[in-house]
């Protein structure tokens, strides 16, 4: 919208006395239609970016670089959030930790429905480093489903109960249109509960579309978490904001020469694995002749 | 006092009916197997031309597909016992009757008109509870049980102008028009009755009392003063037992668990209204699909065990557990019969509700309700390996720091639970449970890439008393920071036993 420019000096065909006396009609109408549209309270422009929207809340990410760009100043509440992560270990869990240790300051729980198992050997959250963190463990409720299929029932239950704080998500990738109506289901879900719904899915996501209210992609470089909002309420974001969210100290920092294997490694590995039996082998050199066997201290006190 | 009677007709009928899907004549026979009668038809049976008093084989030459069953007079006796169990929610004075007449429950429902909001109210709710069980019933209202017995009757047979009785004054009037064969004398004391002139019982009323008794005994004429209020007439006390027990039989063979939901309800409304009557609660319930016994191998019946975290006694919530719970069971053979049994009842209080209306972002300590339903629910379908909560354990190897747990019911009392020392340095928030051994040779492993070393070393060596143990081991460790070129930050560690292997432990999620 532009504001009222200058009225030049010397108009065609007009004085400026006859300016003060009549101003011309189309010009003091514009400036007329720019101050009173100024003036409307509600009126929303393309550039903004924080409406007051009183029936979403929003948590604070713990990020101001995030909240900043955020609609409403951090993580909506009762909207279908999706984190799409390329590579598991970014630090899409460290984003999320900040509002998660919040919620469990106000007492109320959440729930992580972990991606389905497949091989066995499946990573599951670390509690002491989510006790670290502020997450209350007490609230907290761990659901590893069999299929792809339950992962989408548990969500949606989980979404169903009253007084939830948090719902965590890991979701396989299907068809784009099964993908499409199960987020789409989440999403209405979600508008009915004043919990925080995320939804962890894989970068390949990133070009179908998606009901999602809120896009998030995560990547990572030179220790930097890098977020950039495919999808927001509000103008795009053109380039990608960098988060710390892992310690500052490991940005730069290298290891280049690692520490020599250690030398008791050789002789104090016997005994922990070999049964206690054979400690006693490691004493029969003393009563044997000294000069056919060479032992150093360290192999007396490794037992 | 004001007694209900609720009167069943043709119980085993009903009994029948209850397990039966098909609309055709059915009869119920009775007698030694040389001869079979018939004592209960169906309308169908009825329409056919058959009576009660037949002969069986009558009967099957009037009717085409007829369906006889016989007689139990144990399940009759076991069902009476169930419909006692679950009045005891309305009244704790009830008693069974059962005669040739009819069969049913006596309860006192004049001292709890007021807890269930009137003598109306009262009526409707258990009009259609008992609708629900699936029973046909008539009802009476009198002073006395033995009158409130025979109104019942007489609305059975027929009589819908027939007027209750709620104070001993109406007794009388009430009574009087009922027919003498309907009192359960003898037959030669009614006929003798009959042949004076005597058809109804207000005729009898009306004689005097002394002779009424030299002529046909003291027993007669107790029994009318009872009826009529004269004599005091006590019930036997109704105990509920410990444990609640109820079957059912399934119209169909059932082979697809699914189905066992729907006659699942009626069984669980029954156990609804028994603990309402304890005011107990129930958080075990085993139901045994008991399986065709006239196979070759009779399998043994199927258990389907319900679990909850906290005790419950709504039929609703149990239905919508068991339906979850139905899509994991598989039955081996069709089903036949259905069984509820629930050994433990536990102190059950529900929820009271606020008084102020609850707040948007409210800091009090959230209602543990919902959470607590969305863990059973889950625990229903998915078992309860897979629905869990994960507590810290004070153990310096990071494989045993944790361990799961099966949900909390209190969440302030877990609370305590799980104690764990403050990790010092930095930890993994993504933990693989069987480190994973990395490729690439010891100077430079790789992982998707070659790794660059960020932070550490932090040597971990615990757990020498684990020596011998198969499935806990001691740890040697150099632990690190490690990043990719995709970007992943983990957690790696150098075992610093004989092959000193790099392995895979976290991700720095």
Same mark, same amino acid.
């Given at each position: 919208?532009?504001?009222?420019?200058?009225?030049?000096?010397?108009?065609?065909?007009?004085?400026?006395?006859?300016?003060?006396?009549?101003? /011309?009609?189309?010009?003091?109408?514009?400036?007329?239609?720019?101050?009173?549209?100024?003036?409307?309270?509600?009126?929303?422009?393309?550039?903004?970016?924080?409406?007051?929207?009183?029936?979403?809340?929003?948590?604070?990410?713990?990020?101001?670089?995030?909240?900043?760009?955020?609609?409403?100043?951090?993580?909506?509440?009762?909207?279908?959030?999706?984190?799409?992560?390329?590579?598991?270990?970014?630090?899409?869990?460290?984003?999320?930790?900040?509002?998660?240790?919040?919620?469990?300051?106000?007492?109320?729980?959440?729930?992580?429905?972990?991606?389905?198992?497949?091989?066995?050997?499946?990573?599951?959250?670390?509690?002491?480093?989510? #006790?670290? !963190?502020?997450?209350?463990?007490?609230?907290?409720?761990?659901?590893?489903?069999?299929? @792809?299929?339950?992962?989408?029932?548990? &969500?949606?239950?989980?979404?169903? %109960?009253?007084?939830?704080? !948090?719902?965590?998500?890991?979701?396989?990738?299907?068809?784009?249109?099964?993908?499409?109506?199960?987020?789409?289901?989440?999403?209405?879900?979600?508008?009915?509960?004043?919990?925080?719904?995320?939804?962890?899915?894989?970068?390949?996501?990133?070009?179908?579309?998606?009901?999602?209210?809120?896009?998030?992609?995560?990547?990572?470089?030179?220790?930097?978490?890098?977020?950039?909002?495919?999808?927001?309420?509000?103008?795009?974001?053109?380039?990608?904001?960098?988060?710390?969210?892992?310690?500052?100290?490991?940005?730069?920092?290298?290891?280049?020469?690692?520490?020599?294997?250690?030398?008791?490694?050789?002789?104090?590995?016997?005994?922990?694995?070999?049964?206690?039996?054979?400690?006693?082998?490691?004493?029969?050199?003393?009563?044997?002749?000294?000069?056919?066997?060479?032992?150093?201290?360290?192999?007396?006190?490794?037992? | 006092?004001?007694?209900?009677?609720?009167? &069943? +007709?043709?119980?085993? *009928?009903?009994?029948?009916?209850?397990?039966?899907?098909?609309?055709?004549?059915?009869?119920?026979?009775?007698?030694?197997?040389?001869?079979?009668?018939?004592?209960?038809?169906?309308?169908?049976?009825?329409?056919?031309?058959?009576?009660?008093?037949?002969?069986?084989?009558?009967?099957?030459?009037?009717?085409?597909?007829?369906?006889?069953?016989?007689?139990?007079?144990?399940?009759?006796?076991?069902?009476?016992?169930?419909?006692?169990?679950?009045?005891?929610? =309305?009244?704790?004075?009830?008693?069974? =009757?059962?005669?040739?007449?009819?069969?049913?429950?006596?309860?006192?429902?004049?001292?709890?008109?007021?807890?269930?909001?009137?003598?109306?109210? *009262?009526?409707?709710?258990?009009?259609?509870?008992?609708?629900?069980?699936?029973?046909?019933?008539?009802?009476?209202?009198?002073?006395?049980?033995?009158?409130?017995?025979?109104?019942?009757?007489?609305?059975?047979?027929?009589?819908?102008?027939?007027?209750?009785? +709620?104070?001993?004054?109406?007794?009388?009037?009430?009574?009087?028009?009922?027919?003498?064969?309907?009192?359960?004398?003898?037959?030669?004391?009614?006929?003798?009755?009959?042949?004076?002139?005597?058809?109804?019982?207000? /005729?009898?009323?009306?004689?005097?009392?002394?002779? =009424?008794?030299?002529?046909?005994?003291?027993?007669?004429?107790?029994?009318?003063?009872?009826?009529?209020?004269?004599?005091?007439?006590?019930?036997?006390?109704?105990?509920?037992?410990?444990?609640?027990?109820?079957?059912?039989?399934?119209?169909?063979?059932?082979?697809?668990?699914?189905?066992?939901?729907?006659?699942?309800?009626?069984?669980?409304?029954?156990?609804?209204?028994?603990?309402?009557?304890?005011?107990?609660? @129930?958080?075990?319930?085993?139901?045994?699909?008991?399986?065709?016994?006239?196979?070759?191998?009779?399998?043994?019946?199927?258990?389907?065990?319900?679990?909850?975290?906290?005790?419950?006694?709504?039929?609703?919530?149990? %239905?919508?557990?068991?339906?979850?719970?139905?899509?994991?069971?598989?039955?081996?053979?069709?089903?036949?019969?259905?069984?509820?049994?629930?050994?433990?009842?536990?102190?059950?209080?529900?929820?009271?509700?606020?008084?102020?209306?609850?707040?948007?972002?409210?800091?009090?300590?959230?209602?543990?309700?919902?959470?607590?339903?969305?863990?059973?629910?889950?625990?229903?379908?998915?078992?309860?390996?897979?629905?869990?909560?994960?507590?810290?354990?004070?153990?310096?190897?990071?494989?045993?720091?944790?361990?799961?747990?099966?949900?909390?019911?209190? @969440?302030?009392?877990?609370?305590?639970?799980?104690?764990?020392?403050?990790?010092?340095?930095?930890?993994?928030?993504?933990?693989?449970?069987?480190?994973?051994?990395?490729?690439?040779?010891?100077?430079?492993?790789?992982?998707?890439?070659?790794?660059?070393?960020? #932070?550490?070393?932090?040597?971990?060596?615990?757990?020498?008393? /684990?020596?011998?143990?198969?499935?806990?081991?001691?740890?040697?460790?150099?632990? =690190?920071?490690?990043?990719?070129?995709?970007?992943?930050?983990?957690?790696?560690?150098?075992?610093?036993?004989?092959?000193?292997?790099?392995?895979?432990?976290?991700?720095?999620?």
């Amino acid at each position: 919208m532009s504001t009222v420019e200058a009225i030049p000096l010397f108009t065609p065909g007009r004085s400026r006395l006859d300016d003060a006396i009549a101003p /011309d009609p189309a010009m003091a109408a514009d400036s007329q239609r720019a101050v009173a549209l100024d003036q409307l309270a509600n009126l929303w422009r393309a550039g903004d970016l924080q409406h007051d929207d009183p029936s979403a809340s929003c948590r604070p990410t713990g990020f101001a670089a995030l909240d900043a760009e955020l609609p409403g100043g951090g993580w909506p509440t009762g909207q279908l959030i999706e984190l799409l992560v390329a590579t598991p270990g970014v630090g899409e869990l460290g984003l999320l930790v900040p509002a998660l240790a919040g919620i469990a300051q106000q007492r109320r729980s959440c729930v992580w429905v972990l991606p389905p198992e497949r091989a066995g050997n499946e990573a599951v959250p670390y509690p002491p480093a989510l #006790a670290n !963190a502020g997450i209350d463990l007490a609230r907290s409720l761990f659901v590893r489903p069999a299929v @792809a299929r339950e992962t989408l029932w548990a &969500l949606e239950q989980a979404l169903r %109960a009253t007084h939830l704080g !948090a719902v965590i998500g890991w979701m396989a990738t299907g068809t784009p249109d099964g993908d499409f109506r199960a987020l789409r289901r989440l999403q209405l879900l979600a508008g009915r509960s004043r919990a925080l719904v995320f939804v962890l899915r894989d970068m390949s996501c990133a070009p179908a579309p998606s009901p999602a209210a809120l896009r998030l992609q995560l990547g990572a470089t030179d220790g930097c978490l890098q977020v950039a909002l495919l999808k927001r309420r509000g103008r795009p974001l053109l380039k990608p904001i960098a988060l710390q969210v892992q310690p500052r100290h490991w940005r730069d920092a290298r290891i280049e020469t690692l520490p020599a294997a250690p030398r008791r490694a050789a002789a104090g590995a016997a005994p922990a694995d070999d049964a206690p039996a054979a400690a006693p082998s490691a004493l029969s050199p003393m009563t044997s002749s000294p000069a056919g066997r060479r032992w150093s201290l360290a192999s007396i006190f490794s037992h | 006092m004001l007694w209900l009677a609720i009167c &069943l +007709p043709a119980l085993p *009928l009903q009994l029948a009916e209850r397990a039966l899907v098909r609309a055709g004549p059915l009869v119920i026979v009775e007698g030694p197997p040389q001869r079979p009668v018939v004592t209960c038809c169906n309308p169908q049976a009825s329409a056919a031309g058959i009576e009660p008093g037949q002969k069986l084989a009558a009967a099957q030459a009037l009717a085409g597909h007829l369906l006889a069953l016989e007689r139990d007079p144990a399940r009759e006796r076991a069902a009476l016992h169930e419909l006692c169990c679950w009045a005891y929610q =309305f009244s704790p004075h009830i008693a069974p =009757f059962g005669d040739e007449q009819s069969s049913g429950v006596i309860l006192e429902t004049g001292a709890s008109r007021r807890l269930f909001g009137g003598h109306d109210a *009262l009526h409707r709710r258990i009009a259609r509870e008992l609708h629900r069980l699936g029973y046909r019933a008539s009802f009476g209202y009198a002073a006395t049980p033995r009158a409130a017995q025979l109104i019942g009757l007489a609305r059975l047979r027929g009589r819908d102008e027939q007027a209750d009785a +709620p104070d001993a004054s109406s007794l009388k009037a009430a009574l009087a028009p009922l027919p003498l064969a309907w009192l359960g004398w003898e037959a030669g004391t009614v006929a003798t009755l009959q042949s004076l002139g005597l058809e109804k019982v207000g /005729d009898v009323l009306r004689l005097p009392r002394d002779a =009424f008794a030299r002529r046909f005994g003291t027993l007669l004429l107790d029994e009318l003063d009872r009826a009529l209020g004269r004599q005091a007439d006590p019930q036997p006390p109704f105990t509920p037992p410990e444990r609640f027990e109820a079957g059912l039989e399934l119209p169909a063979d059932l082979a697809d668990a699914a189905q066992l939901l729907q006659p699942a309800r009626s069984l669980l409304r029954a156990l609804q209204g028994f603990l309402r009557g304890r005011g107990a609660g @129930a958080t075990e319930l085993l139901f045994q699909a008991h399986h065709s016994p006239r196979r070759a191998v009779p399998a043994p019946p199927t258990p389907i065990v319900l679990k909850l975290a906290a005790p419950e006694r709504s039929a609703e919530r149990f %239905a919508a557990l068991l339906g979850e719970r139905l899509a994991r069971v598989r039955l081996p053979q069709p089903a036949t019969a259905l069984a509820l049994r629930v050994e433990r009842l536990l102190p059950f209080a529900p929820a009271h509700p606020s008084l102020l209306p609850p707040s948007a972002d409210d800091p009090s300590p959230a209602p543990a309700t919902g959470w607590l339903q969305l863990a059973e629910t889950l625990h229903a379908r998915l078992g309860s390996e897979r629905v869990f909560q994960l507590l810290a354990v004070d153990d310096h190897r990071p494989e045993y720091a944790y361990r799961s747990a099966p949900i909390a019911i209190d @969440a302030d009392e877990a609370t305590t639970r799980g104690e764990a020392s403050p990790a010092a340095a930095q930890r993994p928030l993504l933990l693989l449970p069987v480190p994973q051994p990395l490729p690439g040779d010891a100077a430079a492993p790789r992982y998707r890439g070659r790794l660059t070393l960020v #932070a550490g070393p932090e040597r971990i060596e615990s757990g020498w008393w /684990d020596l011998g143990d198969a499935r806990r081991r001691s740890v040697h460790r150099d632990y =690190f920071v490690a990043r990719n070129p995709p970007g992943q930050t983990l957690w790696i560690y150098r075992d610093l036993a004989a092959p000193h292997g790099w392995y895979l432990h976290g991700f720095f999620a």
